[in-house]
């Protein structure tokens, strides 16, 4: 099977947790994020993530490929039940156009897969810029604003249940509360408390996720 993502996608980054947590065996492909032919050939429509069965078969929508591949793989990889999520998501949406602004234009100068060629890159920033309502130099000019609302953010975060606490498990509340705070992890100067770190990287070991720190501008 094969799993079409982008790499600094959050949504994306859901289906890949469950699958590495489950020990699935499948295909990673980077899509170029200007590639509307492969999604508009497997589901209609432009969109990541795509999960291409071995029959051929293929679908969308990173929480229903979430569920569908946690009845698959490893059986003693459980997934335990949400609930706890609330206080995250309220926070996130909160800070959601500081999270923006610091974070779509470091993801294009990471240099991710996604973003190998010209036009890829163009068709991101173009769609970006517009939904910031600025250029990215402008929202790198302006870090230091944008840093301070998120640390404020960050700094008040209730602490996640670890994994270390469930038998080294994982729960669906980890598919909502983990990928932002890894894309935040390419933020120079952003400071995460200790309690988050040790989310992270339980999170991180367990599902293979990659974090961006040593990347962080």
Request: hydrophobic residues 40%.
């Amino acid at each position: 099977m094969r799993l079409y993502i982008y790499h600094h996608c959050p949504f994306c980054l859901r289906a890949v947790m469950v699958a590495n947590y489950k020990d699935i065996d499948h295909e990673t492909v980077f899509l170029l994020n200007d590639d509307a032919e492969t999604g508009q050939r497997l589901i209609g429509a432009k969109q990541v993530p795509i999960l291409e069965k071995d029959d051929g078969s293929a679908m969308a929508e990173s929480l229903d490929i979430a569920r569908y591949l946690a009845t698959l793989g490893n059986e003693q990889r459980i997934i335990r039940d949400g609930g706890d999520s609330q206080p995250f998501s309220q926070a996130y949406d909160g800070a959601s156009h500081s999270i923006s602004a610091l974070f779509y234009p470091r993801a294009l100068a990471l240099g991710l897969p996604e973003f190998m060629c010209d036009d890829a890159c163009h068709y991101f920033r173009v769609k970006k810029e517009s939904a910031l309502g600025m250029s990215f130099d402008q929202a790198m000019r302006e870090s230091g604003q944008h840093l301070q609302i998120v640390q404020g953010m960050i700094n008040s975060l209730p602490a996640p249940q670890l994994p270390s606490d469930h038998s080294h498990s994982i729960s669906w509340d980890d598919l909502l509360i983990f990928p932002t705070l890894r894309n935040l992890s390419m933020v120079e100067g952003l400071n995460f408390p200790p309690h988050l770190m040790h989310y992270l990287n339980e999170i991180d070991s367990l599902c293979g996720a990659g974090l961006y720190f040593d990347q962080a501008l």
